[in-house]
């Protein structure tokens, strides 16, 4: 079955950086377009960054783009979220997901999630 790992999530200062790893199975990883999304408490879960299936092509919400990196590693089934420049708003528990062929940037279109990474930014 279809499982996806996340880890790398922790507590840092502001202005600090870290970096979020994926691990996927159960699934033909090289075919799946990966993506993180994150959840704030009380608020919605919303996209962060999406990769292409070939690692060719990337996509970030606005909030975080120029900070944080997404990259994958197709031979170990890995995806990754480097972020860099913290915030205190990034606070949040981040999620792994995938969907074969192309991505999207809402939840909904996502049936496999992983268990999450809490990431908490103090000021």
């Known amino acids: 079955q279809v499982q996806l790992v996340e880890s790398g999530g922790g507590l840092v200062e502001a202005g600090g950086s870290l970096r979020l790893s994926c691990a996927a199975s159960?699934?033909?990883?090289?075919?799946?377009?990966m993506a993180w999304f994150r959840q704030a408490p009380g608020k919605e879960r919303e996209f962060v960054a999406t990769i292409w299936w070939s690692g060719d092509n990337t996509y970030y919400a606005d909030s975080v783009k120029g900070r944080f990196t997404i990259s994958r590693d197709n031979a170990k089934n890995m995806a990754y979220l480097q972020m860099n420049s913290l915030k205190p708003e990034d606070t949040a528990v981040y999620y792994c997901?995938?969907?074969?062929?192309?991505?999207?940037?809402?939840?909904?279109?996502?049936?496999?999630w992983g268990q999450g990474t809490q990431v908490t930014v103090s000021s």
């Open positions: 997901t995938g969907r074969k062929a192309y991505p999207y940037t809402t939840p909904i279109a996502y049936n496999y």
């Open positions: 159960g699934f033909t990883f090289s075919t799946y377009a």
